[in-house]
């Protein structure tokens, strides 16, 4: 892969974690969380994909299928995340 498949990658993540961000509301750290969690599931989620041979909505060596599938998952698991609460910090 070039930088400019990099940068796509990069902007299309980026553009998943703030309308992800947008949907679920939050402050700033939870829009850092949101595009890094994106970022993440983008480039794994294009890593497994390309890996076990699916070629589905290719753009250039990019796979957005693979990319905008991790990028869900990770921005739907960070949410998940970022909402639970562990029992010790909320009993008195």
Same mark, same amino acid.
């Given at each position: ?8 990658g990069f902007i299309l993540a980026t553009l ?6 947008l949907w679920r509301d939050g402050g700033i ?17 294009? @890593? ?28 739907? @698991? ?15």
């Amino acid at each position: 892969m070039n930088i400019s498949s990099y940068l796509f990658g990069f902007i299309l993540a980026t553009l998943l974690g703030a309308l992800f961000h947008l949907w679920r509301d939050g402050g700033i750290v939870k829009l850092l969380v949101f595009l890094g969690f994106s970022w993440l599931g983008f480039f794994v989620g294009h @890593l497994a994909f390309s890996s076990l041979g699916f070629n589905f909505l290719s753009v250039g060596p990019v796979n957005l299928a693979g990319g905008i599938i991790g990028s869900i998952t990770f921005l739907f @698991l960070g949410n998940w995340i970022t909402r639970v609460q562990p029992e010790l910090l909320t009993r008195n």
